[in-house]
């Protein structure tokens, strides 16, 4: 059974810092794309950042030069370096993995539980 934990949230000030982690764990062949999605209250979940198993990133148009997204395959673990931070950035980010159970098999979507990032003096 796969399962990705997320850590890393919390309270920061405008402007602040902040990193989250998601490291996955399981039996399953490969992780495909890795990435960060966030939702405040009263809005749709929106995709915030994504990288692939060859390190390419991708962004959302609103934290461009603000966050950055990396990642460690060999311990199955995906980082979003956050800063200068809004309020507007408060939100629960989750984790999100593609991942390949067997050599030859299809893939499948997996989430986090959500890590709470509050932006706010």
């Known amino acids: 059974q796969v399962q990705l934990m997320e850590s890393g949230g919390g309270l920061v000030q405008p402007g602040g810092s902040l990193r989250l982690s998601c490291a996955a764990s399981?039996?399953?062949?490969?992780?495909?794309?890795m990435g960060w999605y966030r939702q405040a209250p009263g809005k749709q979940r929106e995709l915030v950042a994504t990288?692939?198993?060859?390190?390419?990133?991708n962004y959302v148009n609103s934290v461009k030069g603000r966050f950055t997204i990396s990642r460690d395959n060999a311990k199955n673990t995906v980082y979003l370096q956050m800063n200068s931070l809004k309020p507007e950035d408060t939100a629960v980010y989750y984790c999100?993995?593609?991942?390949?159970?067997?050599?030859?098999?299809?893939?499948?979507?997996?989430w986090g539980q959500g890590t709470q990032v509050t932006v706010s003096s």
């Open positions: 999100k993995a593609r991942i390949r159970s067997g050599r030859f098999d299809g893939t499948a979507d997996y």
């Open positions: 399981g039996s399953f062949s490969s992780i495909t794309v």
């Open positions: 990288i692939t198993s060859g390190l390419s990133p």
